[in-house]
């Protein structure tokens, strides 16, 4: 599966964006979806995830409650609306899919896939 990411942009803090990822192919539906984000200097980390059996939704303790993952079957499609955004949210945000029951949805290593990254930047 190949996977596109959009949306980022350079925003001031406070601000949303809404990041989007595009799959290839026809068994989006067997993926879990996660995003991750590095910024510079710092490892990759996770961000939000998605189950691929009943919507599941999981984050990161320091997005959860301004980050909203969610996926669109008909368009192959997962999304990361962030919002009330901070300078620390600055990173490259990656999109990744999981195909296998194994691991965490945390776990970089767990994911088999990944999108070429999409840069957000929050100015305070």
């Known amino acids: 599966v190949q996977l596109q990411a959009s949306g980022g942009g350079s925003v001031q803090a406070g601000d949303s964006l809404r990041l989007s990822c595009a799959a290839s192919g026809r068994t989006f539906r067997s993926y879990a979806m996660g995003w991750f984000r590095q910024a510079p200097g710092k490892e990759r980390e996770f961000v939000a995830a998605?189950?691929?059996?009943?919507?599941?939704?999981y984050y990161a303790d320091s997005v959860k409650g301004r980050f909203t993952i969610s996926r669109d079957y008909a368009k192959n499609t997962v999304y990361l609306q962030m919002n009330s955004l901070q300078s620390e949210d600055t990173a490259v945000y990656y999109c990744?899919?999981?195909?296998?029951?194994?691991?965490?949805?945390?776990?970089?290593?767990?994911?088999?896939?990944w999108g070429q990254g999409t840069q957000v930047t929050v100015s305070s």
């Open positions: 998605i189950s691929q059996s009943d919507g599941s939704t």
């Open positions: 990744a899919a999981k195909i296998a029951y194994i691991g965490s949805y945390a776990a970089t290593w767990a994911y088999d896939y």
